[in-house]
Structures are given as C-alpha cells and as structure tokens.
C-alpha cells in the first residue's frame, strides 16, 4: 500500500508528531480529572446553583478547544495546505495513539482492581 510507505522520514515524523499530540490530550485529560477531583476542596461543599454550572460549561468549551486543536489542528493544516495525505495520515496516527492509550488505561485499570 503506497499510502503507508510513500515516504519514510516524513511518515517516522507525522507518527511522531502523532504520538505527541495523543500525549498532550492525555495530560490535558489527566489535569482536567485532577481539576474536577479536586473541585469540592477547591470550590468548598456550598452548592452554588449559579456559578459551578458557568464554570463546569466554559470548562467543556475550553476542553472541546484544546482537545479539538491537538487532534485536529495539525491535520487540518497539512490538508488545506494541499498536504492532503499527510493530513489524513497525521490524523490517522494520531486516533491510532489515542486508541492505545486507552487500551492501555483500560489494562492498567483492570490491573488495579
């Protein structure tokens, strides 16, 4: 399949950039989890009806932003930039690493219990 080995450097770089931009979504994740486990000690046991709704929903925003740019940004450009199989590719690394890493997670979650 000429789509996988066109060409090797450039292939070695997008799975590297791939695997980097999974690891930047799986930090970001894991200081969202710690933010939101960490809530009631931050935020007290007070149920604020009018704030902790504005605060969880622009936390959704701004994690929809982050989450959207490491995945998508990157391939997005290539593809406009005329670079359509890298773009396709990158983006294909990239949903190949996060997959992994779930698996992994999920292994080691299964490991701990």
Do not use: C, W
Not at 11 to 33: F, P, R
Not at 52 to 67: E, K
Not at 84 to 111: C, M, R
């Amino acid at each position: 399949m000429k789509f996988f080995h066109s060409n090797e450097v450039d292939n070695k770089k997008l799975v590297l950039t791939g695997v980097l931009d999974s690891l930047g979504t799986v930090v970001y994740i894991i200081a969202v989890t710690t933010f939101l486990n960490n809530a009631q000690r931050i935020f007290g046991d007070e149920e604020n009806k009018f704030f902790i709704p504005i605060i969880m929903m622009l936390l959704f925003v701004l994690s929809a932003l982050i989450t959207g740019s490491l995945v998508l940004g990157k391939p997005i450009i290539l593809y406009l930039d005329g670079q359509k199989k890298e773009g396709i590719k990158l983006l294909f690394y990239t949903a190949i690493s996060l997959a992994v890493i779930l698996v992994l997670v999920i292994l080691a979650y299964l490991g701990l219990k």
